[in-house]
């Protein structure tokens, strides 16, 4: 079975253009048709009733038997053509004169009074042979010396203006599709001079791969309706430029990271294999290898996380939690590792906010070592929050090393640390932060870090419910 291949753009447009435009002809090819079929109409009628109101007036003044005898043929030509009918008969006799060249069968119909005006109305239409119409006037005329009115029947068969009329319909139907075959023509063409910047776009689009996509779209020439769909696939370039590039930094990152613990793990390994070892080396090197799998696994959790996390269908369970007993829980999980470090943990702050409370909790854990693995020996890390009206604000500071500008606003991307950390790279798996803006992402709220004159700051926001 051959594969449906869909019709162009172009041909769709050509087509609806020339279905249109064959409507439009026509329907303006209808209109007139019956206008033209209305005015013959009226027309016949009106000459029809002439012809007979003028035998009327005729007979009116004259001994009608006679003048019938002496000139016959004047009433065939007063009719005027071979498909004519006319009758003139008192009533329950015989005609006077029958002119009747088609043999056409005399219909039976009432007549007009004497006395009475002839009007278009009394003509009566009717379909007689191969639905050509007929029409026909009867009525009554006062004879001189006649003991009753003389009755005139007149009709005639509008062959001619059938003819005529089926010729202009059939002229109408070739205009109607001529015109929408040449429409349908200069559509096409117009079409696909019209269509020619969308292709260029398109062009330029499947010129650019992962070679080089920092290739932009050229915007300069198209034409306004396609600016937007331009800006929206440079949008979507930069976006995937920036994707690419941060993923290639988080595999050359992770690659970096996993180097070291496994490096350190085949290397001790090796060593051990390549002589018999008393019992306490080997226990030793099991304590080593086991901290180093703890932080591959650690690594590999916090790596699940993120991928859990960047799904738009990732659920939470948002709560209204305590600030002061959530500030106070993790400052006294973190106040062992703090008198280690030589800092001291503060938690000041009230209220209310609307979060994930394993979710709060590991982001704060996560500000928390980070900043007690950085602060100053001696110095007080303050955790603190502030409520509003619109949600709530968290933030941990601590006295330590300025972060330079330029590192600040990537120190949430995955694997990003500072040039001045990175020689402690061995107790971080450096995706801390980026889980923390993850967790924020879920939540709908902002993340902010700042650094200045040996304080740095970092800042949750939290919406309200």
Same mark, same amino acid.
């Given at each position: 079975m051959?594969?449906?291949?869909?019709?162009?753009?172009v041909a769709?447009?050509?087509l609806?253009?020339?279905l249109?435009?064959f409507a439009v002809?026509?329907?303006?090819?209808?209109?007139?048709?019956k206008d033209l079929?209305?005015?013959? $109409?009226?027309?016949?009628?009106?000459?029809?009733?002439?012809?007979?109101d003028? $035998?009327?007036?005729?007979?009116r003044?004259?001994?009608?038997?006679?003048?019938?005898?002496?000139?016959?043929e004047?009433?065939?030509?007063?009719m005027?053509?071979r498909?004519?009918l006319?009758?003139?008969?008192?009533?329950?006799?015989?005609?006077?004169i029958e002119?009747?060249? %088609?043999?056409?069968?005399v219909p039976?119909?009432?007549?007009v009074?004497?006395?009475a005006?002839?009007?278009?109305?009394?003509?009566d239409h009717?379909?007689?042979?191969?639905? +050509?119409p007929?029409?026909?006037?009867a009525a009554?005329?006062h004879v001189?010396g006649?003991?009753?009115d003389?009755?005139i029947?007149a009709?005639?068969?509008?062959t001619?203006?059938?003819?005529?009329?089926?010729?202009?319909?059939n002229? $109408?139907?070739? +205009?109607?599709?001529g015109?929408?075959?040449?429409?349908?023509?200069?559509?096409?063409?117009?079409?696909?001079?019209?269509?020619?910047p969308?292709h260029?776009?398109?062009?330029q689009?499947?010129?650019?791969?992962?070679?080089?996509l =920092?290739?932009?779209?050229?915007?300069a020439?198209?034409?306004?309706?396609?600016?937007p769909?331009?800006?929206?696939?440079?949008a979507?370039?930069?976006r995937?430029e920036? %994707?690419?590039?941060?993923?290639?930094?988080?595999?050359?990152?992770?690659?970096?990271?996993?180097?070291?613990p496994?490096g350190?793990?085949l290397?001790?390994t090796e060593?051990?294999?390549?002589?018999?070892r008393?019992?306490?080396?080997y226990?030793?090197?099991?304590g080593?290898?086991f901290?180093e799998?703890?932080r591959l696994?650690?690594?590999a959790d916090?790596?699940?996380f993120?991928?859990?996390a960047?799904?738009a269908?990732?659920? $939470?369970?948002?709560?209204?939690?305590?600030?002061?007993?959530?500030?106070?829980?993790?400052?006294?999980?973190?106040?062992g590792?703090?008198?280690?470090?030589?800092?001291?943990?503060?938690?000041q702050g009230?209220?209310q906010?609307?979060?994930?409370p394993?979710?709060l909790?590991?982001?704060?854990?996560?500000l928390?070592?980070?900043?007690?693995?950085?602060a100053?020996? %001696? =110095?007080?890390?303050?955790l603190?929050?502030?409520?509003?009206?619109?949600g709530?604000t968290?933030?941990?500071?601590?006295r330590?090393?300025?972060?330079?500008p330029?590192?600040l606003e990537?120190l949430?991307?995955r694997?990003y640390?500072?040039d001045?950390?990175?020689?402690?790279?061995?107790?971080?798996?450096?995706?801390?932060l980026?889980i923390?803006? =993850?967790i924020m992402?879920?939540?709908?709220?902002?993340?902010?870090?700042?650094?200045?004159?040996?304080?740095t700051?970092f800042?949750?926001?939290f919406?309200?419910?």
């Amino acid at each position: 079975m051959m594969p449906y291949a869909p019709r162009s753009l172009v041909a769709r447009l050509a087509l609806l253009f020339a279905l249109l435009s064959f409507a439009v002809i026509a329907s303006i090819g209808a209109a007139l048709y019956k206008d033209l079929e209305r005015q013959l $109409i009226m027309r016949d009628d009106v000459a029809l009733v002439a012809r007979v109101d003028q $035998i009327r007036t005729l007979v009116r003044d004259v001994d009608v038997v006679d003048l019938i005898r002496q000139k016959p043929e004047m009433f065939s030509n007063m009719m005027g053509n071979r498909e004519a009918l006319l009758v003139l008969r008192f009533a329950g006799q015989p005609p006077l004169i029958e002119v009747n060249p %088609g043999h056409t069968p005399v219909p039976d119909v009432a007549p007009v009074a004497a006395n009475a005006p002839l009007m278009r109305t009394a003509v009566d239409h009717q379909s007689e042979r191969n639905g +050509v119409p007929f029409i026909v006037v009867a009525a009554e005329a006062h004879v001189n010396g006649a003991p009753q009115d003389l009755q005139i029947i007149a009709g005639r068969l509008m062959t001619e203006r059938t003819a005529m009329l089926r010729s202009y319909r059939n002229q $109408i139907w070739l +205009v109607s599709l001529g015109g929408a075959l040449l429409l349908a023509l200069l559509a096409w063409w117009v079409a696909q001079r019209g269509l020619r910047p969308l292709h260029r776009v398109a062009q330029q689009t499947a010129a650019i791969g992962i070679r080089n996509l =920092s290739t932009r779209i050229d915007a300069a020439a198209a034409p306004r309706e396609l600016l937007p769909l331009i800006d929206g696939f440079n949008a979507m370039l930069d976006r995937l430029e920036r %994707g690419f590039t941060q993923l290639s930094q988080v595999s050359a990152d992770m690659a970096h990271d996993l180097r070291t613990p496994i490096g350190n793990l085949l290397g001790q390994t090796e060593v051990a294999l390549g002589q018999r070892r008393d019992a306490a080396y080997y226990e030793k090197l099991l304590g080593s290898n086991f901290e180093e799998l703890q932080r591959l696994s650690k690594m590999a959790d916090n790596m699940l996380f993120l991928a859990r996390a960047e799904h738009a269908d990732h659920a $939470i369970e948002r709560k209204a939690l305590a600030l002061d007993d959530e500030l106070q829980r993790m400052a006294d999980y973190f106040e062992g590792l703090a008198e280690e470090r030589g800092v001291r943990l503060a938690a000041q702050g009230e209220g209310q906010v609307w979060a994930d409370p394993t979710l709060l909790r590991r982001a704060l854990a996560n500000l928390l070592a980070n900043a007690v693995r950085y602060a100053d020996e %001696g =110095s007080e890390i303050v955790l603190a929050a502030q409520t509003d009206a619109d949600g709530a604000t968290i933030s941990v500071e601590n006295r330590g090393p300025t972060i330079a500008p330029q590192h600040l606003e990537r120190l949430f991307d995955r694997f990003y640390r500072a040039d001045a950390a990175r020689a402690d790279s061995s107790a971080s798996s450096g995706l801390g932060l980026s889980i923390v803006r =993850s967790i924020m992402t879920l939540h709908s709220g902002r993340w902010h870090a700042a650094s200045a004159g040996g304080v740095t700051r970092f800042t949750l926001r939290f919406p309200g419910r």
